[in-house]
């Protein structure tokens, strides 16, 4: 189950009214708070969090609203992805989650665009994540085979998108998070 | 006692220290008369470094400075559209025939706003994107999609006054032609606060890191080079970090003065040196973005 999370929503509901601005840390936490309630009393596996709508995202904010809420414990009980941001989004959450070494499953905006991965990893894990987005579940046998790794080098990218709930770990095969 | 405080004929970032040093020792112990008549240009950086002096006598409990307005027309019109005397209410005492705001297009992305709340850090933002999309675009060949960038970096710069000033402060943000420094059309976003100041502001976590270094310049080194911040939380930095790296993308300039000294990251295109300490003293913190055209000759 997914549940889907408008962030232009939680803004007309925040302090800042009538806004489309994810701007100022005070607007981010009180987004944040919201999102985590939601999250709180929601049985579902996957969260979108959709950017649509919203017309410009500041770093305070963005670190308010997404690196805060991957550091908080409300996130580790589901996987977070980010959908419908535009290229300054991504640039502001990608930014702010390098500083907290974060990384979080993203879709920017646009027909045909495929699911990135934003913020701190490795080369390995991202090579990891590309795979599984384009090829689907795997495992570290096959991946290892793919991209000619050896097999504890292909495992241990495996496991840190698990950890990272990066992609969903299951019988020793890792899938894809949804991404739409 | 009145102290004659001359304002340059040509008023902006690089004159302010002539303006802050005619207005002496600080807090000033007589009344200022600060002499605008022979203004024949004010920046949007020293249009908000006035009504910071008016906010820091007013903070500090002296008598309310002066203001003779400037005998140019022209002068007068441009302060008055920007709203620059309305905000002066209760700040400065302004002698000299006023015009009345014109209304109509205009190059400012933003006229003044003052900055005591995040509120008006929302405002802002919601202010310069009505008109900033179209004077970036038309004047300065900057794409549609690269605007939101402007945004930003006025958000981060205005609630560093809400986060650390600790009172008012003021954000201009103006477009125009730089003939004789650049030969280009630039913009640029002035944020003036009479706070406490970047070396009052991080003196509690990091004078001990610095030592005998410690002072004006090495605070707004510590916040602009090392992004570091009084609060703990391991987020905060990263908004003079992004204008730094906004700065940089556009080749442009961002100078930073506070109390005693002005650090500036400089670009080629500029003389600047990137340290200046040792200035007279002004209160509070100065902030100046400058956003060069991409390559365009003058228009």
């Known amino acids: 189950m997914i549940q889907t999370i408008r962030l232009h929503h939680l803004l007309r509901e925040s302090p800042s009214g009538e806004s489309r601005c994810l701007v100022t840390r005070p607007t981010g936490a009180a987004v944040r708070n919201s999102i985590e309630r939601a999250l709180e009393s929601s049985s579902c596996a996957t969260v979108f969090l959709d950017f649509t709508e919203v017309d410009l995202l500041d770093l305070s904010c963005a670190d308010e609203v997404v690196a805060k809420l991957l550091l908080g414990a409300s996130s580790g009980a589901c996987y977070v992805v980010l959908c419908n941001l535009r290229p300054d989004q991504v640039e502001a959450v990608d930014h702010v989650l390098r500083h907290h070494h974060l990384a979080v499953a993203a879709v920017p905006c646009g027909d045909g665009a495929s699911a990135d991965l934003l913020g701190w990893a490795d080369e390995d894990t991202r090579a990891a994540f590309g795979s599984v987005v384009s090829t689907g579940p795997t495992t570290a046998v096959l991946l290892a085979a793919e991209l000619n790794w050896a097999y504890d080098r292909a495992e241990r990218a495996l496991t840190t998108l698990a950890t990272r709930r990066l992609a969903r770990a299951e019988h020793g095969a890792f899938y894809p998070l949804p991404f739409q | ?299």
């Open chain 2, 1 to 299: 006692m009145t102290r004659v405080v001359q304002v340059p004929a040509s008023f902006d970032d690089r004159t302010f220290d002539q303006f802050a040093e005619a207005c002496g020792s600080w807090p000033p112990d007589v009344r200022l008369l600060i002499d605008a008549r022979q203004a024949q240009w004010v920046s949007p950086y020293a249009l908000v470094g006035l009504l910071t002096t008016g906010q820091a006598l007013a903070d500090a409990g002296c008598p309310q400075p002066l203001f003779t307005a400037p005998q140019s027309d022209d002068v007068k019109r441009y302060l008055a559209r920007t709203g620059f005397f309305s905000h002066a209410e209760g700040l400065l005492e302004v002698h000299g025939k006023i015009p009345k705001a014109a209304s109509g297009p205009t190059d400012a992305l933003l006229d003044i706003r003052a900055i005591r709340a995040m509120k008006d850090v929302h405002d802002a933002v919601r202010g310069i994107s009505d008109n900033a999309t179209r004077i970036l675009v038309e004047q300065l060949g900057i794409e549609s999609k690269e605007t939101y960038g402007f945004g930003m970096a006025l958000s981060e710069a205005c609630q560093n006054i809400v986060e650390h000033a600790g009172t008012a402060g003021w954000v201009a943000v103006q477009s125009y032609t730089w003939r004789r420094r650049l030969g280009r059309r630039v913009v640029v976003i002035a944020v003036s606060d009479s706070g406490v100041g970047f070396r009052h502001s991080l003196e509690a976590s990091h004078a001990r890191q610095y030592g005998e270094r410690w002072g004006d310049g090495a605070a707004i080194e510590a916040a602009l080079i090392q992004n570091v911040s009084r609060f703990r939380d391991p987020g905060r930095g990263q908004g003079l970090a992004y204008i730094k790296r906004f700065v940089h993308q556009w080749n442009g300039k961002i100078s930073i003065r506070s109390g005693t000294a002005r650090l500036s990251i400089v670009p080629d295109w500029d003389d600047d040196e990137p340290l200046a300490e040792h200035l007279p003293f002004f209160p509070g913190a100065q902030v100046q973005i400058t956003i060069p055209a991409p390559g365009a000759a003058a228009s």
